[in-house]
């Protein structure tokens, strides 16, 4: 592969963005070697950690390649990001990502696009897409929006404020800050406890919540029980319900203890 690498550890496959003499800027062939990935691990893995080579996560789109666009090769291009983004947002497994230096642009589009994210202290977030006379086009009006809210997204188009991996936790941006060069294992960790769920209930956790966030609550409430009832059923469901009945695995652990 030109623009990623792939290894596993075991059950979870780490997907990293390997262009880093251009900050893992990515390009359209970038895009598209992604999507391969996507769909080579959706079925080899259980659970997906995306991270990046060199000083930084992703500085986003190729501005280079972009210049040289025609108005509807952009929206082509934009669409497309969209697509293959949401394969990893409503796919087959859950990815996490292990961010670190710039996570800007196109950047913090791919971040927004997985399920759990977490950042080391070096991680900055940025959205200049104002600065660069352009718009966000890989998804971060909806998703981004969705995690830190509004003004939050507003404030940083029109400014370009860059906000630290602290202020992004307390943004819902990320769910955990570690130590600079912790990232990667602390998201492995998460994603390798994930894989031991079953794998019916990761599909529903990743692919019914966001949906039933876009339903009325009475529609989200109806469809919740159709989801609870067809997992429960499921095989799996009554071997791992009889195991905990039979103390055969382990309790929720409390934190306070
Ligand atoms: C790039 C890109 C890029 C770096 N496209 N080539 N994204 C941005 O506006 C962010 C632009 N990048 C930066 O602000 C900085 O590069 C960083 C803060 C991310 C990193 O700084 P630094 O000092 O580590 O690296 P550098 O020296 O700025 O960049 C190294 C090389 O990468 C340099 O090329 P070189 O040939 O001079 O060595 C840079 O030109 C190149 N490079 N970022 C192309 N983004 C679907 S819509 C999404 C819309 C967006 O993502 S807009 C935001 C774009």
Same mark, same amino acid.
């Given at each position: 592969?030109?623009?990623?690498?792939?290894?596993?550890?075991d059950?979870?496959?780490?997907?990293?963005?390997?262009?880093?003499?251009?900050?893992?800027?990515?390009?359209?062939?970038?895009?598209?070697?992604?999507?391969?990935?996507?769909?080579?691990?959706?079925?080899?893995?259980?659970?997906?950690?995306?991270?990046?080579?060199?000083?930084?996560?992703? =500085?986003?789109?190729?501005?280079?390649?972009?210049?040289?666009?025609?108005?509807?090769?952009?929206?082509?291009?934009?669409?497309?990001?969209?697509?293959?983004?949401?394969?990893?947002?409503?796919?087959?497994?859950?990815?996490?990502?292990?961010?670190?230096?710039?996570?800007?642009?196109g950047?913090?589009?791919?971040?927004s696009?997985?399920?759990?994210?977490?950042?080391?202290?070096?991680?900055?977030?940025?959205?200049?897409?104002?600065?660069?006379?352009?718009?966000? @086009?890989g998804?971060?009006?909806?998703?981004?929006? &969705?995690?830190?809210?509004?003004?939050?997204?507003t404030?940083?188009?029109?400014?370009? &404020?860059?906000?630290?991996?602290?202020?992004?936790?307390?943004?819902?941006?990320?769910?955990?800050?570690?130590?600079? @060069?912790? $990232?990667?294992?602390?998201?492995?960790?998460?994603?390798?406890?994930?894989?031991t769920? $079953?794998?019916?209930?990761?599909?529903?956790?990743?692919?019914a919540?966001?949906?039933?966030?876009?339903?009325?609550?009475?529609?989200?409430?109806?469809?919740?029980?159709?989801?609870?009832?067809?997992?429960?059923?499921?095989?799996? =469901?009554?071997?791992?319900?009889?195991?905990?009945l039979?103390?055969?695995?382990?309790?929720?652990?409390n934190?306070?203890?």
């Open positions: 592969m030109d623009y990623l690498t792939l290894d596993y550890r059950e979870v496959a780490l997907v990293g963005l390997n262009r880093p003499k251009k900050r893992n800027a990515i390009s359209d062939a970038f895009v598209e070697e992604l999507n391969d990935v996507i769909t080579e691990v959706g079925k080899t893995a259980k659970a997906a950690v995306i991270h990046g080579h060199g000083p930084h996560f992703c =500085a986003g789109l190729d501005l280079a390649e972009h210049v040289k666009k025609t108005p509807f090769e952009g929206v082509h291009g934009s669409r497309r990001w969209h697509e293959v983004f949401s394969r990893m947002e409503k796919g087959r497994i859950p990815w996490f990502a292990a961010l670190h230096g710039a996570v800007v642009g950047g913090l589009e791919l971040a696009s997985v399920h759990v994210r977490v950042a080391d202290r070096t991680a900055f977030f940025a959205l200049p897409e104002g600065q660069r006379g352009i718009f966000v @086009g998804g971060a009006s909806v998703r981004s929006a &969705r995690l830190m809210g509004l003004a939050r997204m404030d940083m188009m029109l400014t370009g &404020r860059s906000v630290d991996a602290d202020t992004a936790e307390s943004w819902n941006l990320v769910q955990y800050v570690v130590d600079e @060069g912790a $990232a990667l294992e602390k998201a492995v960790e998460l994603a390798a406890q994930a894989a769920n $079953a794998e019916i209930s990761n599909y529903a956790i990743i692919n919540l966001p949906r039933i966030q876009d339903m009325s609550a009475d529609d989200g409430l109806f469809v919740e029980s159709f989801i609870a009832s067809f997992t429960a059923t499921s095989p799996e =469901a009554e071997e791992r319900l009889n195991a905990f039979s103390k055969k695995v382990g309790k929720v652990t934190p306070n203890a």
